[in-house]
Structure formats: C-alpha cells, structure tokens
Nanobody, 125 residues
Framework: VQLQASGGGLVQAGGSLRLSCAAS????????MGWFRQAPGKEREFVAG????????SYANSVKGRFTISRDNAKNMMNLQMNSLRPEDTAVYYC???????????????????WGQGTLVTVSS
C-alpha cells in the first residue's frame, strides 16, 4: 500500500493543523494506521494510532488531549487533528500502516510495514 501524507505547514503556537494520509494501491483497507514524527536530531517517535474499525485509538502522552486521530475507510483516509500546537511539536510527521491482520495498535517504528513520505509541521513561538 502507498501512503501519501499532507497538510503540514507553519503555524503559531496555540494554533491548529489537520494532517491527512491517503492510502492507495491495495484492494483491502489497511489494518492499524498510525502517525509518527521526527524532530531534527531525534528518533522517530509514535504520536497516535487507530485500529481498522476506528474503535480503538492510542496517543503518546505528549499529545493526549490535544491531538485526535480518525479515519474514513470509505475514502481510505486517515487524519490527525492537531490543536494547541507547541513549538516542541515541530517535526516531520509520517503516516504508517500495518497491512497484516491485527486488532492492536503498535507504538514502535518497526511494527508498521508501510510508510508515507512525511509532511513538515513547524510551530513558531
């Protein structure tokens, strides 16, 4: 499956952005999908994940209460609504998916087997 992330940009602290991830190239809907981010000089870290049916979600502690992950399987889309953005949220955001059957949400980079190209989010203070 191919993933295409979009929606990044420059925003002031306290502002909002909505990231989208479009999945294509596969007849079946991806299973768990997630967002990761990588700031300059840092490791790629888990941000949020959502199961195939959208019932279960998981968030990194640093974004709980500010970010909301969702998906629309009819459109093969996943979104990340980011509110109350902080300068420390600045990073390249990547969407990822697990194409093998699963009902859980992995939080490590190696657990996902398909990745998008990333979209840059810059939060100014």
């Amino acid at each position: 499956v191919q993933l295409q992330a979009s929606g990044g940009g420059l925003v002031q602290a306290g502002g909002s952005l909505r990231l989208s991830c479009a999945a294509s190239g596969r007849t079946s809907i991806p299973y768990t999908m997630g967002w990761f981010r990588q700031a300059p000089g840092k490791e790629r870290e888990f941000v949020a994940g959502i199961t195939r049916n959208g019932v279960s979600t998981s968030y990194a502690n640093s974004v709980k209460g500010r970010f909301t992950i969702s998906r629309d399987n009819a459109k093969n889309m996943m979104n990340l609504q980011m509110n109350s953005l902080r300068p420390e949220d600045t990073a390249v955001y990547y969407c990822a998916s697990k194409t093998a059957y699963t009902t859980v949400i992995g939080t490590t980079r190696g657990w996902y087997n398909s990745w998008g190209q990333g979209t840059l989010v810059t939060v100014s203070s």
